[in-house]
């Protein structure tokens, strides 16, 4: 069942496990997820509508659809879903 998965970041999650800090994709547009490879920088930074969901091309790479969701819109799980 294909879903289509919302991420609300437009940029990495720093870890810092030991001395060397590794950079986590948190935008879902890396071609090497979940390591980040700065494809976030092709995320909309300064989205005037909140609540605009961009669908990607398969690639990740170029956004082919802008849908706007109101809160209505939201689905929430239930129980064992």
Not at 21 to 27: D, F, K, S, Y
Request: glycine fraction near 6%; hydrophobic fraction near 25%.
């Amino acid at each position: 069942m294909p879903r289509i998965v919302k991420l609300s970041a437009n940029g990495p999650i720093k870890i810092e496990p030991s001395d060397k800090p590794v950079w986590v994709c948190a935008c879902g547009l890396s071609q090497r997820f979940p390591i980040c490879d700065g494809s976030h920088k092709q995320c909309p930074h300064n989205e005037p509508n909140p609540g605009a969901v961009y669908i990607y091309d398969d690639a990740r790479t170029r956004v082919v659809e802008t849908r706007v969701e109101t809160p209505a819109q939201h689905h929430k799980p239930t129980p064992g879903e």
